[in-house]
C-alpha cells in the first residue's frame, strides 16, 4: 500500500529557509508525477511545485524562484527547498504523487505537514 509521509515542516522567522521530504512506505514505487501542494486557512488548496521522473518542473507564480523541487527517485523521494519564506507561505503542505499506465492513474496524497512564517 502507498503511503506518503512528509517531514520538515515547522516555525521559521521570514527571510529564513525549510527543507521539506516527503517519502514513500510499505514498499518501493515508481511514480510518475511528484508534487507539492499547499493550503492556506480559507483558502483552496494551490500548487507549490512539481516534477516528472525525468527531472521537468513546474512552479505555481508565488514561489518562482524561491521554491526549489527535486526528486530522488531511487528512494521515491521528494524534496521541496524553500528560501527567502514570508508569512504568505504560511501553510500545510502536502506530499502528492501519481502512476500512470494507459488510461489508469492512480493518485496519492500524503498528510499534511504544517509551515508557518513568523513576521
Known amino acids: 500500500q502507498v503511503n506518503l509521509v512528509e517531514s520538515g515542516g515547522g516555525l521559521v522567522q521570514s527571510g529564513g529557509s525549510l527543507r521539506l521530504s516527503c517519502a514513500s512506505t510499505?514498499?518501493?514505487?515508481?511514480?510518475?508525477?511528484m508534487a507539492w501542494y499547499r493550503q492556506a486557512p480559507g483558502k483552496q488548496r494551490e500548487l507549490v511545485a512539481a516534477?516528472?521522473?525525468?527531472?521537468?518542473?513546474n512552479y505555481g507564480d508565488s514561489v518562482k524562484g524561491r521554491f526549489t523541487i527535486t526528486r530522488d527517485n531511487a528512494k521515491a523521494t521528494v524534496y521541496l527547498q524553500m528560501n527567502s519564506l514570508t508569512p504568505e507561505d504560511t501553510a500545510v503542505y502536502y506530499c502528492?504523487?501519481?502512476?500512470?499506465?494507459?488510461?489508469?492513474?492512480?493518485?496519492?496524497w500524503g498528510q499534511g505537514t504544517p509551515v508557518t512564517v513568523s513576521s
Open positions: 510499505g514498499g518501493f514505487f515508481r511514480f510518475d508525477l
Open positions: 516534477a516528472t521522473e525525468d527531472g521537468s518542473t
Open positions: 502528492y504523487a501519481d502512476r500512470e499506465s494507459g488510461r489508469y492513474v492512480a493518485n496519492y
